[in-house]
Each structure stands twice: as C-alpha cells, then as structure tokens.
T-cell receptor
Framework: KQEVTQIPAALSVPEGENLVLNCSFT??????LQWFRQDPGKGLTSLLL?????REQTSGRLNASLDKSSGRSTLYIAASQPGDSATYLC????????????FGKGTSLLVTP | DAGVIQSPRHEVTEMGQEVTLRCKPI?????LFWYRQTMMRGLELLIY????????DSGMPEDRFSAKMPNASFSTLKIQPSEPRDSAVYFC?????????????FGEGSRLTVL
C-alpha cells in the first residue's frame, strides 16, 4: 500500500505563531491532495484541495502547497489561534481509484492562548 | 443541504451481534465511501460506490462486513457477527462526479463499541 506520512504527529504552539504541517506521499500517480480538519468526536472538514496540475491553494490564513516531484505537501497556518486546535489530516487521491483517498494519520495541533 | 447524514452516532453492542450503520449522502453526489478510523491504523477505505454500484471493496476486512447501496440516497454497512476488534469510528463520505474537484464530504461518523 502506498504510504502517506505526516510529521510531526503532535505540535503545540503559542497563539499568534505561524506554523507548517508536513505531508509526504510515496505514490507518484497523484490525482489530488486534500487537507482536512478533524475536531474531537467530529467528522472531517475539507480545508483545501490541490489538483495535481496545481502547486498551491489558499483559503484565508491557510495555504497548502504541493510538490509532486518530491512527494510532499505542506499546510501553512498564519497567525495561529486557539480555535485552530484540531487534528489536521492530509489525504492523497490516486488515479484509477475514483475519488478514494489514502490518508495520513494526522498532526494533532494545540494552540495555546 | 444537510450534508452527509449517518446513524446511529453511537452504538454499543455485544460480541456476536449484528450491527447496521446507515448513511444518507448529499443529494446529487454520485460517489459514496465508507471509511473506518482507529487510533492504530488511522482512516482506512472500506468500500466505495459509484452510481449505487460497488466499485472497490478490497478494503473490507473480511466476510463479516457487507455494504449495500439500494438507491442514490441510502447506504448501509453491516457487520455480522461483530467482534471487539471492529470497535472504531465508521465514516461515510460522498463526492460529486466532477473530475475537476473530487472533494470529499464526510458525515460525523458512527462510533461503534463491541464488548
């Protein structure tokens, strides 16, 4: 099975810091790369989706980049807030797999006031 | 739209019992997915449907698991008989048939505990 790896597994930062979450994937046949947010006891909320033909996507304080050649994606969160505390998962969509996603195990983020 | 709706939200049952989880996808979405989430293994795809037809069930762990989609607005995931190792959160997700997006929309999950 192709792997999706997220580093670090957990991260704690003070409010206001800019931070970067990392995601790496081994399958070069990437269709898209999605970043999700999961709050405790809740489902997943899609944050950003980057198509394989794109290099980055932005939404508010979030920016996600995709480098297919190196098999990496990063999620940049600017001016972090306590409300950003959640688990962030990246997921790779693969060609010839419909829209089925291969997920990393996530980075648990805590933003302290 | 109300989003993807799953029921029950929580289920506690005893080993050997039959469990049925239900999902209503977003109207107009042609793809439906069942995922399972555990601490050890993270999110795993179990099965997905396109236009009510099962496309890939290679993630279904064993014959005790079965999934159906009798129409475009309803799907079930059944476990019979259930075992303690089936304890997990089961998510249903749907996606529109739009190759340019491929965005997934998740339900809030069904948390299953098998004693």
């Amino acid at each position: 099975k192709q792997e999706v790896t997220q580093i670090p597994a957990a991260l704690s930062v003070p409010e206001g810091e800019n931070l970067v979450l990392n995601c790496s994937f081994t399958d070069s046949a990437i269709y898209n790369l999605q970043w999700f947010r999961q709050d405790p006891g809740k489902g997943l909320t899609s944050l950003l989706l980057i198509q394989s033909s794109q290099r980055e996507q932005t939404s508010g304080r979030l920016n996600a980049s995709l480098d297919k050649s190196s098999g990496r994606s990063t999620l940049y969160i600017a001016a972090s807030q306590p409300g950003d505390s959640a688990t962030y998962l990246c997921a790779q969509g693969r060609r010839n797999s419909g829209y089925a996603l291969n997920f990393g195990k996530g980075t648990s983020l805590l933003v302290t006031p | 739209d109300a989003g993807v709706i799953q029921s029950p939200r929580h289920e506690v049952t005893e080993m050997g019992q039959e469990v049925t989880l239900r999902c209503k996808p977003i109207s107009g979405h042609d793809y439906l997915f069942w995922y399972r989430q555990t601490m050890m293994r993270g999110l795993e795809l179990l099965i997905y449907f396109n236009n009510n037809v099962p496309i890939d069930d290679s993630g279904m762990p064993e014959d005790r698991f079965s999934a159906k989609m009798p129409n475009a607005s309803f799907s079930t995931l059944k476990i019979q008989p259930s075992e303690p190792r089936d304890s997990a959160v089961y998510f249903c997700a749907s996606s529109p048939d739009e190759p340019d997006t491929g965005e997934l929309f998740f339900g809030e999950g069904s948390r299953l505990t098998v004693l």
